[in-house]
């Protein structure tokens, strides 16, 4: 992009789009998605390979479950969902709902979840029938764009407005401002960093954005020690830890400490000793801006370890720090999208929870924690004193929040983190999120007000309780 | 309402399972006079309580004030009272633990 006029024709194609698209029935606009369902799903592995190769980060085979995610899962969940037209009607209360597109939605999409949150993104802007337009992150133009592609060939296949789906291959911070600005924008759609969320929530335009994360996990001492450990491990290593729902750091009673070390210890995972917690930590964290370093984000553990300087058994798969405290004294307590975790060892119940609740605050409120119980009441417990818009239990955190993969959390790549993260809602985004509800309210008289005698309201010696007799009263 | 044991430089104040409003009442100057003016070291015992109140949370800081804040550690808090010192950004003054 070069200039305003550039960022106007973008934006006057897709308010035509959108003016087309409010056009649609709810079978065409079914049609066209399902139509980018099916292109997307059958490009997944070229797309994951595209982003492994263009950003450097993750695991091939975890990316093509991430676009697996975004396609079959994020279809089959929204497929059947009314969001055109009259979405409900409801003669009792008069209420009649009709669902209204927004309009143009600008999609920011992150590094670490290219084609995924594209493709995700996409199909529930289509499914409301807004039209969208992605600003990939800089370091995953290429496979970003290609996953737009993908699915904008499908949706003109369908007979889709054209410019429903636009893309910026190159945008400056600046343009990008100017972007979400836009008197016309309706909708942001951010996911990347603090930064570019908060640029997005300012801009004047309404924003859906995410949080950052700082998992907790607690390994509560009735768990089944043996499962919550593989669970751990196959959520920390998914794509190289680079979900954000991730697990950041294991906080376990001093009773069980022992066998979930071991556990870890079979399955791959490495105790660090001080010396290496430091060296580790002074490549996985940059001190200077207090956040991840990039460099480390989505690589393993055995690059992780070179860089560091440090030697790891060849069978190492995942860093793991013991700690003693969280904050700044301790990189390893912030949120690390690697497969390096923190480990910690609590006096009791209580002392785990006080400590959960620390990490939970220390960057990662109002998204995700995690627990391993098979006690419902230190389960709700638990749950009570956490800041998270998602308490996942027994299973991998980074499967369990994005949903529909082991629970029925809506299937999403953007995760709200209500007021905790500075967002909107606490929900896992999705289609309904893309929608204006308007409501016919037909007539539907209060009858207790209808028949109390106002008079009574501008008569001091009526106090609230004696008001509330004559409102009530069933003559 | 409270009670106090000391052990040595360090005075321990153990409170009561509710901190309401009613029952932190006259606590201010009641613990205030319990503290004197050479309290060296002070603990307030949380084991127990399930509800502070705001005038408790004014107490702390009170209680910080006159002795400084490193001089006060606030331990055995329960979650949903560790919960609400959080919240109110109070572990960031005060030792919580």
Redesign the interface.
Known sequence: MTDDSIIQTIMDNAVNAGAIFGQLDQEQTDRIVKAVYTAGFNNRIKLAQMAVDETKMGRFEDKVIKNVLATQLVYDDIKNVKTVGIISDDEVSGITEIAQPLGPIFAITPVTNPTSTVIFKILIALKTRNPIIIRPHSNAVNCSVEAAKICYEAALSEDAPENCIQWIPSCTREETQKMMAHKDMALILATGGGGLVNAAYSSGTPALGVGAGNVPVFIEKSADVKYAVSQIMSSKLFDNGTVCASEQAIIVEKDIAQSVKDELVNLGGYFMNPEETAKVSAVVFDSAKKVMSTVTMGKSAKFIAELAGITIPKEAVLLIAPLDGVGEKYPISYEILAPVIAFYVAENY?AA??LC??LN?HGGAGHTASIFSNDEKKIR??S??MNAGRIVVNMPSSQGAVGAIVNTLAASLTLGCGSGGKNITTDNVTAKHLLNIQRIARKRVNQKFDKIDKSLYLNEAYNSEMIEKEYNKNY | MFTLNISGNKKIFTFSTKLDTASCANMDVELMEALGTDSEEVEFDMSGVDYISSIFLRICTMVAKRIGVNKLRVT?????V??VF?IAGF?EILNV?
Request: hydrophobic share 30%.
């Open positions: 209580q929870v006080n609740i620390d605050y417990e638990f009570m004193v | 055995n808090s329960a979650p949903g560790k919960k959080k572990d633990e």
